[in-house]
C-alpha cells in the first residue's frame, strides 16, 4: 500500500503541476467565464434592438400597424408603399431591414409572404396573420350581411386539452451538458492514461521500476491519479459557474442549449451522486482498457489505430445517450442501458428523464461492477506483459496471448 501511495502522489504531483493541466484547465476557467460574460452582455445589448420589418400590404384589407406594434416586443413593423416591393427586397438581401411582410390577394383570399435574408422572425408573422384574418372576416361578414353571432358561432375552434403523463422535454439542456462533460473527460482523461504509459514504456522507465514495484500497482496508481485531476477539473468547472452566477452573469431561468432550456430543478442530490457514480465507473472502465492499450505500444506514434476500437465504443455510448434525449424509451437505449461500455452515459440519461428504476440502476451498477473486475483481470495481464514487450505495431493475437498470460 505504501507503494501504491508513493506511485500514487508521483503521478499527481505530476499531473496538477504539469504544463497541459495547468493550461487547460486556465482555458476552461476562462472560457466559462467569458463565455457567461459574453451572454449577459448581449442579453443585455440585445433586449433594446428590435427587428425592423417593413409591411407592404396590396390589399383592400385594413392592417393597423401602429395598433401591431404595441402588441409585439422585440419587432418593430412600418409601412410601405405598394410600388417599393423591388425597393425593400434589396434591403433585406442587403442586411438594412431584418424582414419584409407581402400582403396580396390569392383567389379572393388575402395571403401572407414573409421574406427574410438568414434567420426568420417568430413573433410578427403570426400577429400579423392574425389581424388580417380578422379584417377578411369582417369585411367578408359585412360584405354578405352574415348575422355577426353565427359567424362567431361558425369560427370557433375546438378548445384542445393536452394531459402530459411524463414530459422529458425539460431534461433535455441537463441531459446534454452532463453526457457531453462525461463523454469528454472520459475519452480525454483516458487517452492521457494511454499516452503516459506508451512515453514510460518508450522511454525504459519501466524497466527501472518494474524490479521495484509490480506493473500492477504503476498501473492502479496511475489511473487514480488521473481521475483525481478529472475530478479537480471538474471541480473548477463548477467554481467558473458559482463565480459567474455569483456576478450575476448566469441567469438560472434563462439557461439553455440550442435553443432548449437548462432546468436546474432537474439537478437534484440524486442526479448529481448518479453523475459522480456512473462517471467513476465507466472511467475506470475504459481507463483500464486505454493502460492496456498503451503498454502494447512501443511508440506513441502509434497509439492513434491501437485506441481506435476504445474511442468507438465510447462514441457509439455518446451517440446512444444523445438518442436517449429524445426518447429515452426506445428498445436500443434501454438496451444499451444494460451493456457496460455503454451504461455509464445511456443509464444516466434515462435516470434525468425519469426513465431508470431503482431495479434498473442496481442492475446496471452491479453489471458494471462486474464487468470492471472482468476487464480488471484481462487489462491486467496485458499491461503486466506488455510493459515489457517490444516489437512492432500491436496485433489482436498478440493481446489475446498476453490476455492469456502467454
Known sequence: ??????????????????????????IIFVAILAFFAYSNWANQNDSGNKDTIAVINKTES???VK????????TKLGSAQKDEEEKFRKKVEKGDLDGLLLVREQKGVPALTYIYKNFPNNEAVPVVSQALQQSYIADTIAKNKINPKTATSLLSTVQVKEEV?????????????????MYLFIIAFGQMIATAVAAEKSSRVMEIMIPKVKPILMMYAKIAAILTGAIVQLAIIAAAGLIAYAIGWLDTNELSIFGSGIDLS??????????????ILGYLLYAMMYAAVGSMVSRTEDLGASQFPIIMLIMGAFFIGMRSLFDPSTT??????????FSPIVTFSRIVAGEAGTLEVIITIAILLISLLFINRLAGRIYVHGVMHYGGKVKFKDMILLAKGK
Open 266 to 279: 432537474n439537478l437534484t442530490p440524486g442526479v448529481i451522486a448518479a453523475f459522480i457514480t456512473y462517471f
Open 1 to 26: 500500500m505504501k507503494k501504491f501511495a508513493a506511485i500514487y502522489k508521483f503521478h499527481l504531483k505530476e499531473n496538477l503541476k504539469s504544463k497541459a493541466f495547468k493550461i487547460s484547465t486556465t
Open 332 to 341: 436500443l437505449v434501454v438496451v444499451s442501458s444494460y451493456i457496460p461500455f
Open 67 to 74: 395598433a401591431l406594434n404595441k402588441t409585439l416586443d422585440e
Open 165 to 181: 403523463l411524463k414530459d422529458t422535454s425539460n431534461t433535455f439542456g441537463i441531459v446534454y451538458v452532463f453526457v457531453f462533460f
Open 62 to 64: 385594413n392592417i393597423n
